[in-house]
C-alpha cells in the first residue's frame, strides 16, 4: 500500500470535540487535491487503490473516516447524526480551501460531500457521485436493517464470521449476497479483523431520520463546477423504483452516467479513476500551474 500521512481532525460535537482520520496520500504541493468521503460501512482505506493510481498521476489524495468508521472516533450512540459527520467533511475542505480540489463522494458519502460543500469553496472543480441514488427507502428497507446486524457479529474467528453472515444475509435473497460480499470485502482489506469496520450505534441515525441525509437533491442541482455521477446496474435498479426527486430538470453541469459494470466504487476503481485522470488531464478553471 502507498505510505500516507495520518491527522486527526477536532470537530465539535455536542460542546466539545471528538476526533477524526484523514489520510493524506501524495505530495502537498500536488496541482490538485482529490477528495474521498466514503459510503456507509466503508472507510477511507478502501480508497487507497485508486489513491494510488492517482498519485502517480501526479495528483493528492484526501481520505477521512467518518464517525464511527475505522480510525474515526466512536461516540456515544446519541451522538450520531448527519450534521457531524459534515461538520468533519467542511473542518477538512476549510483547511484546503486555498488550492484546486476535486470532491468523490462514494453511496452515502456522495450524500454528505453535497451537504458540506459551500458556496465559498472557489477552488472547488469538480464533484463525482458513485452509486448516488437521491432515495432513502431501499436503503432504510433492505441493505441498512443488514449492515446493522453484520455490524453487531461479536468474533475473532473468519469462518464463524463468514457463517454468521450467510445465515443474516439469505433472507435477503441476491441484495443479501451482494451486500454480505462487500462485508466481507471489508474485512479482507482491514487484514482479516473478522469484524465489520463500523459502530452499530452509528446506524440509529438513519432509522431515526433518514430523510436528513438522503435529501441532497436541493444540494445537488445549486452546485455551479461540473458533476458527474456514476452509477452500477444496483442504483439503476434503485433509481427504477424511487426516482430521484429533484432531478426532472438536470443542469447541464450535471452528467450522468449508468455502468452495467461499475456498481460500489471499490469494486471498479480502475474504471472511476481513469474518469478522473481524463477529467483532471484538461485544464479546469482554478486548477491552472502556477
Not at 477552488?123 to 436493517?145: C, E, K, R
Amino acid at each position: 500500500m502507498l505510505d500516507f500521512v495520518v491527522r486527526k481532525i477536532l470537530v465539535p460535537v455536542n460542546g466539545g470535540h471528538r476526533t477524526a482520520t484523514l489520510r493524506e496520500f501524495g505530495p502537498e504541493d500536488a496541482r490538485v487535491t482529490i477528495f474521498y468521503i466514503h459510503r456507509f460501512g466503508g472507510g477511507g482505506l478502501e480508497f487507497s487503490g485508486p489513491a494510488e493510481q492517482l498519485v502517480e498521476a501526479g495528483h493528492r489524495v484526501c481520505c477521512l473516516d467518518l464517525f464511527g468508521h475505522e480510525a474515526s472516533q466512536w461516540l456515544e450512540p446519541d451522538e450520531y447524526s448527519p450534521n457531524n459527520d459534515i461538520s468533519s467533511v467542511r473542518a477538512v475542505l476549510r483547511s484546503y480551501s486555498d488550492r484546486p480540489m476535486l470532491v468523490v463522494g462514494n453511496g452515502w458519502g456522495g450524500h454528505i460531500a453535497l451537504h458540506s460543500i459551500k458556496p465559498e469553496y472557489e477552488n472547488l472543480i469538480g464533484i463525482y457521485l458513485f452509486d448516488y441514488v437521491n432515495t432513502v427507502q431501499y436503503a432504510v428497507d433492505i441493505v441498512m436493517p443488514l449492515e446493522h446486524s453484520i455490524a453487531d457479529i461479536a468474533t475473532t474467528d473468519l469462518e464463524q464470521f463468514e457463517r454468521e453472515l450467510r445465515q443474516l444475509s439469505g433472507p435477503y435473497g441476491r441484495f443479501g449476497k451482494f451486500v454480505s460480499a462487500i462485508a466481507l470485502q471489508r474485512v479482507q482489506e482491514l487484514g482479516n479483523v473478522f469484524k465489520f469496520p463500523v459502530h452499530a450505534a452509528a446506524f440509529r441515525q438513519f432509522f431515526a431520520d433518514p430523510s436528513r441525509t438522503y435529501s441532497s437533491g436541493a444540494q445537488l442541482v445549486r452546485q455551479t463546477c461540473p458533476v458527474a455521477i456514476i452509477n452500477g446496474r444496483l442504483a439503476e435498479f434503485k433509481n427504477l423504483i424511487h426516482p430521484p426527486k429533484r432531478l426532472d430538470r438536470i443542469p447541464k453541469n450535471i452528467s450522468t452516467y449508468t455502468s452495467p459494470k461499475m456498481g460500489f466504487l471499490t469494486w471498479n476503481a480502475a474504471k472511476a479513476v481513469d474518469q478522473i485522470i481524463e477529467f483532471l488531464s484538461v485544464d479546469q478553471p482554478g486548477a491552472k500551474d502556477e
